[in-house]
C-alpha cells in the first residue's frame, strides 16, 4: 500500500509539473491573480490545453466563452494516422464530426478524440462512460465507436449538464447579471443606435485606412482624432443618433472607449475572415507567402489564399499577418500553422505554395518549401514568375557594362532633377509650359485623366516594372532634364554640384546613351507587359506559361527583325534633340583598352553586335534560365487542359498521369473511372459551341460551372480546380505590405500585431468586408463583450 501511495504521489507530481509547463507555454500566471488573458492565444488543440481549473476562477468564463465562440476543433480535412488496435490498422474517422458535430474534438497532436463542453464544464462529482478520456488524456480505441454514445448518455449524464451549462452561458439573456439589470425597451434601442453608430464610423475609417485615435481627446479639444469627430459628424446630421451618443449616453455606456473601438474592428475582422473561408469551404488552396518590416522595424510574414469559388473563378484572399522576431524557416513554419489551425485550416489541404525564392523559403533542404513538403508532398511550390522576370533585368543590368553604366546613370540624374524643391518646381513649370504648346499645335489632345503631372520613379531591384518606369519618364522628359541642368551647371550652390550636372550633361548628350536608352526601352516593354500580365489575381499557371513563351518570341522576332526600326527611333531622338550621329562606318576605339591591343570594329558592330544582339542574347538567356518550371512534367501535363483551338492539347494520358501526382484527391478507383470521364467530356467539348472560342483554363472552369457540366464531370473539374489552384506570382502580398504602409505609417507606428492585423484584413478585403452586415458584427461583438464593464 505505501508503494502504491508514493507511486501515486509521483505520478501527481509529474502531472502538475507538466500542467505548469503547459500553463508558461500558453502564458497563463501560475497563481491566481488579475493578470489579463490573451484570450486570441489559447490553445486550439485540445491535447495541449490545460485544465479549466488552473484558470484564475475570475477569467474561466471569458476563456469558456471563447472557446465556445471557436466551437470544437475539427480538423476535417488532416490526414488521421493510423494505429494497430487488435490485429487491424485503425484510424480516426472524420464523418464521426458529423454526427457528433457539437462536442467532438479531435487532437492532431496526440491523435486523439476529446469532448469539448465536458473540458469547459465536466463537474468534479462522480464518473461517466470514459472517466478523463474525453477531458485531459484522450480516447484512442477507434474500434469502439459506441463508446461515443455512451459518453453522450441519459438527459441527465455528466456529459448532458455540461451541456447545458455551454447553451446557457452564450444565452445572455439568462446570465443573472442581465436579470438584475434589465433595462427598458427604450434604454435597448438607444443602445443598439449608440453600437450601431460606432460600427458604422469604424467601418468608414477602416475602409479608408484611417487612424481612430487623437492626440489629446478630452472634451476641450479642438481635434479629438477621426474617430470621435466622425462620430460627432454623424450625430449633427442625425437626430435620433445625436440623442443617444457622447454627451446623451450614460457615462459608463458611451461605446466609445479605445478597448471597444477594438473589440469592434476585431468583430468584423473576424466576420470577414469567416465569409472568406465559408466561400473557401473544404476546398484545397495554394498559400502564398512573403516577408517585409512595417514602419516600426518588426518582421511581417503575410499569408494569402488561393482557390477557387462556386462559381469557379479563382480567387486571391489575404487571411492575415504573423510577426515573429525570427525569421528562420522552422520559425515561420510553425507561425504559419499557428495561423492555419487558429481558422480551422490544414496544412493537408495545401496544394501550392507559392514564394518570392527568398534562400529561407525557398532553401532545398531547410527552406520552408521544404518543410511543407515533408508534412504534405503534394504541396507543390512555383517560385512567383513576376520576382523571376524582375531577377532577369536585374542580372542584365548588373553584367552588361553599358547596361549598368546607364542604369547608374539615370539613379544619379534622379537624383540630381529631384535634389531640391527648386529643381523639382522647375521640372514642374518646364512640363507644364510643354504641355500647353503641345496643345496649341494639336500634337496632344486634353480631357479627363489626360496630361497629368507626372515625375522620375526610381529604379529598384525589387520593385516590379520600375526599371522600366524609369526609362520612359527620362525619355518622355528628356529635354526638360536638359534644362533642369543646365540650371544646375548656372546657378548651383556648389562648385561640387555644377561639375557634376556638367558632367551629366555631357553624358545625356551621346549617341552611346541614347542608343542604350532606346534598346532597354523596347527590351522590358515586352517584359514590362508580361509582368503586368503575371501579376493578375485570377492568371492560371498555364496562361503564365503560354505568355512566358509569348515574350520569348518577341524578343526573338526583336533580335532577328528590329535592328533597322530601333536605328531609325534612336536617330530621330537625336534629331530632335541635337545629339551627334555618328558614322556607322567609321572605326570605333573601345574604352577601357589600349588603343594597341583594342580590335578594330566600326560603329555599326559595335552598336549592332556588342550592343543589340549581346543584350538581347542575355535578356532571352535570362529568360530561359530562370524559368525553368515550365520544362516540368507537372506544368507539361497540365497544357493538356488548355481549352484553346477546340482543345487541340488534349492528351488523354497526360492527364491521368496529372491526376497521379495528387493521389490524396484521387484514389485507384476514380483514376480508373476519371478515364472514361475524359472520353465523354472531350466529345462534349468539342461538340458544345459554348465551349468553342474559350481562351484558358480559369474560362473553362466558369464555362463549366455555368452549364453545370462542373456536375456532370465532377472528376476532370476537380483536375481543372488543381490546374487553377496553383500560385503565378505573389502579387496579393505584395499588395498586402503597400497596405500596410497605409495603414501602419509614421503617425501609427506603436500598432500592435492583433490591432494591426484586423485593421488590415477589412482594409484589403473591402470586396468582402462591404457585404458583412452590420447584424454580424453587432452579435459577434456582445459576445465578446458580455461581461465587459463599458467605459
Known amino acids: 500500500m505505501d508503494k502504491f501511495l508514493k507511486r501515486k504521489s509521483m505520478v501527481n507530481e509529474e502531472t502538475s509539473q507538466r500542467e505548469k509547463s503547459n500553463l508558461e507555454l500558453q502564458h497563463v500566471p501560475l497563481k491566481k491573480s ?98 478523463d478520456s474525453f477531458t485531459s488524456v484522450g480516447f484512442t480505441n477507434w474500434k469502439k465507436k459506441e463508446i461515443f454514445v455512451k459518453h453522450v448518455g441519459s438527459s441527465n449524464s455528466a456529459h448532458n449538464q455540461a451541456w447545458q451549462k455551454c447553451v446557457d452561458l452564450m444565452k445572455e439573456s439568462q446570465h443573472i447579471e442581465v436579470a438584475l439589470t434589465r433595462q427598458t425597451e427604450q434604454a435597448r434601442n438607444l443602445y443598439r443606435v449608440r453600437l450601431t453608430a460606432s460600427v458604422d464610423c469604424i467601418r468608414f475609417l477602416l475602409r479608408q485606412g484611417l487612424a481612430f485615435r487623437g492626440h489629446n481627446e478630452s472634451e476641450s479639444s479642438f481635434n479629438q482624432g477621426n474617430f470621435l469627430e466622425l462620430l460627432k459628424f454623424v450625430a449633427d446630421h442625425n437626430e435620433d443618433i445625436k440623442n443617444a451618443v457622447l454627451q446623451n449616453a450614460p457615462e459608463n455606456n458611451q461605446l466609445i472607449s479605445p478597448e471597444i473601438q477594438k473589440d469592434i474592428v476585431n468583430a468584423a475582422c473576424l466576420e470577414t475572415t469567416n465569409a472568406i473561408l465559408n466561400e473557401l469551404g473544404d476546398e484545397v488552396f495554394a498559400m502564398l507567402v512573403d516577408e517585409s518590416r512595417d514602419i516600426s522595424d518588426k518582421e511581417q510574414m503575410a499569408i494569402a489564399l488561393r482557390y477557387v469559388n462556386l462559381r469557379g473563378i479563382v480567387v486571391e484572399r489575404f487571411l492575415g499577418i504573423a510577426h515573429d522576431g525570427d525569421t528562420s524557416s522552422l520559425s515561420l513554419k510553425k507561425a504559419i500553422e499557428s495561423l492555419l489551425s487558429y481558422y480551422g485550416l490544414s496544412i493537408a489541404r495545401i496544394r501550392g505554395q507559392g514564394y518570392d525564392g527568398a534562400s529561407n523559403m525557398r532553401g532545398e533542404f531547410n527552406g520552408l518549401k521544404s518543410l511543407i513538403l515533408k508534412d504534405n508532398p503534394f504541396a507543390y511550390y512555383v517560385h512567383c514568375f513576376a520576382h523571376q522576370l524582375q531577377l532577369t533585368i536585374v542580372a542584365v543590368a548588373k553584367n552588361h557594362l553599358q547596361v549598368a553604366s546607364l542604369f547608374n546613370l539615370v539613379a544619379i540624374v534622379v537624383k540630381v532633377v529631384g535634389g531640391s524643391c527648386k529643381r523639382q518646381d522647375i521640372f514642374r513649370e518646364k512640363r507644364m509650359a510643354e504641355v500647353k504648346k503641345a496643345l496649341g499645335n494639336g500634337e496632344i489632345f486634353s480631357g479627363r485623366g489626360l496630361n497629368q503631372e507626372s515625375g522620375f520613379k526610381k529604379a529598384g531591384d525589387t520593385r516590379w516594372g520600375s526599371h522600366y518606369d524609369t526609362l520612359m519618364s527620362l525619355i518622355v522628359h528628356f529635354s526638360i532634364v536638359l534644362d533642369v541642368l543646365e540650371y544646375v551647371v548656372e546657378d548651383g550652390a556648389h562648385s561640387e554640384q555644377k561639375a557634376e550636372a556638367a558632367g551629366l550633361l555631357d553624358s545625356l548628350e551621346t549617341f552611346d546613351f541614347a542608343f542604350t536608352l532606346h534598346l532597354l526601352k523596347s527590351i522590358l516593354g515586352v517584359t514590362n507587359e508580361l509582368s503586368q500580365i503575371l501579376q493578375r489575381k485570377n492568371q492560371d499557371i498555364v496562361n503564365a506559361m503560354i505568355q512566358v513563351k509569348v515574350s520569348k518570341k518577341r524578343l526573338q522576332l526583336m533580335r532577328d527583325n528590329g535592328w533597322d526600326d530601333l536605328l531609325n527611333e534612336v536617330m530621330m531622338f537625336c534629331n530632335c534633340h541635337d545629339i551627334v550621329i555618328p558614322d556607322m562606318n567609321e572605326v570605333r576605339v573601345l574604352k577601357g583598352r589600349s588603343r594597341r591591343k583594342a580590335p578594330i570594329v566600326t560603329n555599326l558592330h559595335y552598336y549592332k553586335v556588342s550592343l543589340f544582339y549581346e543584350v538581347l542574347d542575355m535578356q532571352l538567356q535570362e529568360l530561359n534560365d530562370r524559368f525553368t518550371e515550365v520544362n516540368t512534367e507537372l506544368l507539361l501535363c497540365m497544357e493538356c487542359l488548355s481549352p484553346e483551338n477546340l482543345f487541340s492539347a488534349f492528351d488523354k494520358e497526360k492527364l491521368l498521369q496529372f491526376a497521379k501526382f495528387y493521389p490524396a484527391d484521387f484514389s485507384s478507383i476514380e483514376i480508373l473511372a476519371l478515364g472514361n470521364q475524359l472520353d465523354n467530356y472531350f466529345m462534349d467539348m468539342n461538340s458544345s459551341k459554348e465551349f468553342a472560342n474559350l481562351k484558358g483554363i480559369g474560362s473553362l472552369a466558369r464555362e463549366l460551372v455555368e452549364t453545370r457540366r462542373d456536375i456532370v464531370y465532377p472528376l476532370v473539374y476537380k483536375l481543372i480546380k488543381l490546374a487553377l489552384v496553383l500560385p503565378v506570382a505573389t502579387a496579393t502580398v505584395e499588395r498586402a505590405f503597400s497596405a500596410m504602409k497605409i495603414v501602419k505609417n509614421r503617425l501609427r507606428n506603436q500598432m500592435g500585431d492583433r490591432w494591426l492585423n484586423d485593421c488590415l484584413v477589412t482594409f484589403i478585403e473591402k470586396e468582402v468586408f462591404d457585404t458583412i452586415d452590420n447584424e454580424l458584427i453587432l452579435r459577434r461583438f456582445q459576445n465578446m463583450c458580455t461581461r465587459r464593464e463599458f467605459l
Do not use: M, T
Open 34 to 131: 488579475q493578470v489579463e488573458i490573451n484570450l486570441d492565444d489559447l490553445q486550439s488543440d485540445p491535447g495541449l490545453r490545460v485544465k479549466i481549473s488552473n484558470y484564475d476562477p475570475n477569467d474561466r468564463e471569458k476563456v469558456r466563452r471563447a472557446y465556445l465562440q471557436k466551437g470544437p476543433c475539427q480538423p476535417r480535412n488532416h490526414n488521421f494516422p493510423q494505429r494497430k488496435i487488435g490485429k487491424a490498422s485503425r484510424r480516426f474517422c472524420p464523418s464521426w464530426f458529423n454526427e457528433f458535430g457539437n462536442w467532438l474534438e479531435y487532437s492532431i497532436s496526440k491523435d486523439a478524440a476529446f469532448c469539448l463542453c465536458c473540458y469547459l464544464f465536466r463537474p468534479d462529482f462522480g464518473k461517466q462512460v470514459g472517466g
